[in-house]
């Protein structure tokens, strides 16, 4: 029987391992490499899914943790899932829960059932085991569902990390055995091991063998230097399956991107550009601006001159400026709408570059624009 979620590779670059394919899913067809913007509590933060749709995402995130906190998992199910519930008929990936759960801290204890924790909104109990996890993603009905696992921080002990790896392979041989609606939800298994090459290795093998429809690998951008994090990233790519999606969770500068996709990885997400667009940041094609920045105030041309999205076709860096000074909330939906425009599109050339065999070319022409990038060519 054929997984629910399957990957089709096009194309490989002759001189990187970056590869072309597309994702197929309930929900559609996901070109790839691809960027999915997130959308935490079954919203992109500031974007309505029909201008998520119109800049050509066509796959976004959303987040166990906080979705059975509120409004409830539950909830969700009994409103037709997380696919009527947001109006996104598109395709939707769920996160375990388990890197929320980790980055509680003193607010949860880890043991081999699962992680004790006290909610961030009320401070009541709750136990969350990869059962449960999984329960709550069937609950939401996403197209993707991931394992629960123990994501270790950085710097941590070799031995807390193989511990904490191994108990990830046990959670998620658990997850799949609870999991049984394979033909409407895929799950994917995801390689942990920290920054230990030979760790992530053993991690790899172990999960490889469960034979899922797709992996990710976890525990990278949290914290570790950016040559550490290319050099596990490029080992690890490698350690997992030709023919099946590879998924690195969390990334999402456009350096990393670049990196990732050059490493053979087909998807990526991060919080950032709609974080960004909130605190008054704006990727442009010449690198990060602060539209808060007084240079700005009367400067009437577009955010980005190479860019066509809505709001730089429409409003100038002033405007930008004036709204997010007055606090105007259009400040965060139009730099938002930009941010992920801007990722978005970017992963679209990416894409045509690899067709046409000149990733390495269309790489070099971005990081000489883009400013502090070039230093890395």
Same mark, same amino acid.
């Given at each position: 029987?054929?997984?629910?979620?399957?990957?089709?590779?096009?194309?490989?670059?002759?001189?990187?391992?970056?590869?072309?394919?597309?994702?197929?899913?309930?929900?559609?067809?996901?070109?790839?490499?691809?960027?999915?913007?997130? /959308?935490?509590?079954?919203?992109?933060?500031?974007?309505?899914?029909? !201008?998520?749709?119109?800049?050509?995402?066509?796959?976004?995130? &959303?987040?166990?943790? $906080?979705?059975?906190?509120?409004?409830?998992?539950?909830?969700?199910k009994?409103?037709?899932?997380l696919?009527?519930?947001?109006?996104?008929?598109?395709?939707?990936?769920?996160?375990?829960?388990?890197?929320?759960?980790? =980055?509680l801290?003193?607010?949860r204890?880890?043991?081999?059932? /699962?992680?004790?924790?006290?909610?961030?909104?009320? /401070?009541?109990?709750?136990?969350?085991?990869p059962?449960?996890?999984?329960?709550?993603?069937?609950?939401?009905g996403?197209?993707?569902?991931?394992?629960?696992?123990?994501?270790?921080?950085?710097?941590?002990?070799?031995?807390?990390?193989?511990?904490?790896l191994?108990?990830?392979?046990r959670?998620?041989?658990?997850?799949?055995?609870?999991?049984?609606?394979?033909?409407?939800? =895929?799950?994917?298994?995801?390689?942990?091991?920290?920054?230990?090459?030979?760790?992530?290795?053993?991690?790899?093998? !172990?999960?490889?063998?469960?034979?899922?429809?797709?992996?990710?690998?976890?525990?990278?951008?949290?914290?570790?230097?950016?040559?550490?994090?290319?050099?596990?990233?490029?080992?690890a790519?490698?350690?997992?399956?030709?023919?099946?999606?590879? %998924?690195?969770?969390?990334?999402g500068t456009?350096? $990393?991107?670049?990196? /990732?996709?050059?490493?053979?990885?087909?998807?990526?997400?991060?919080?950032?550009?709609?974080?960004?667009?909130?605190?008054?940041?704006?990727?442009i &094609?010449?690198?990060?601006?602060?539209?808060?920045?007084q240079?700005? !105030?009367?400067?009437?041309?577009?955010?980005?001159?190479?860019?066509?999205?809505y709001?730089?076709?429409?409003? =100038?860096?002033?405007y930008?400026?004036?709204?997010?000074?007055?606090? !105007?909330?259009?400040?965060?939906?139009?730099?938002?709408?930009?941010?992920? $425009?801007?990722?978005?599109?970017?992963?679209?050339?990416?894409?045509?570059?690899?067709?046409?065999?000149?990733?390495?070319?269309?790489?070099?022409?971005?990081?000489?624009? %883009?400013?502090?990038?070039?230093?890395l060519?």
């Amino acid at each position: 029987m054929k997984n629910a979620v399957y990957i089709d590779i096009l194309k490989k670059d002759s001189r990187t391992r970056a590869r072309r394919g597309r994702l197929h899913t309930p929900h559609g067809t996901i070109e790839t490499p691809v960027f999915m913007p997130v /959308g935490t509590q079954a919203t992109v933060k500031a974007m309505r899914p029909e !201008e998520v749709k119109d800049m050509g995402a066509e796959i976004i995130l &959303s987040n166990t943790y $906080h979705l059975y906190l509120r409004p409830g998992d539950n909830i969700v199910k009994e409103a037709g899932g997380l696919h009527k519930f947001m109006n996104w008929d598109r395709a939707i990936l769920t996160d375990s829960g388990g890197f929320q759960v980790f =980055s509680l801290g003193k607010l949860r204890k880890i043991s081999e059932e /699962g992680v004790k924790f006290r909610s961030y909104l009320d /401070g009541s109990p709750h136990m969350l085991t990869p059962e449960k996890s999984i329960e709550i993603q069937n609950n939401l009905g996403a197209d993707i569902i991931m394992a629960f696992d123990e994501c270790a921080p950085y710097p941590a002990d070799r031995n807390y990390v193989k511990n904490s790896l191994e108990r990830t392979t046990r959670w998620l041989k658990r997850c799949r055995d609870f999991h049984k609606d394979v033909e409407r939800q =895929s799950l994917f298994g995801i390689m942990q091991g920290g920054m230990y090459i030979d760790l992530r290795k053993q991690s790899a093998e !172990e999960i490889v063998d469960l034979d899922l429809p797709g992996y990710a690998i976890g525990g990278l951008s949290v914290g570790e230097p950016r040559e550490i994090m290319y050099e596990v990233l490029n080992e690890a790519a490698d350690f997992l399956p030709q023919d099946k999606p590879r %998924y690195v969770m969390g990334v999402g500068t456009p350096d $990393h991107l670049f990196q /990732g996709v050059e490493f053979g990885i087909d998807m990526f997400d991060c919080v950032l550009p709609t974080r960004l667009a909130r605190n008054g940041a704006a990727m442009i &094609s010449t690198g990060r601006i602060n539209i808060k920045n007084q240079k700005f !105030e009367r400067d009437f041309t577009p955010l980005d001159h190479e860019c066509d999205c809505y709001t730089c076709r429409n409003y =100038s860096r002033a405007y930008l400026r004036h709204l997010y000074k007055s606090n !105007e909330i259009l400040s965060s939906m139009l730099l938002s709408e930009h941010n992920l $425009h801007f990722l978005v599109n970017m992963m679209k050339n990416i894409r045509q570059a690899i067709e046409e065999d000149r990733f390495l070319e269309y790489k070099r022409e971005f990081y000489n624009k %883009y400013e502090d990038y070039s230093k890395l060519l």
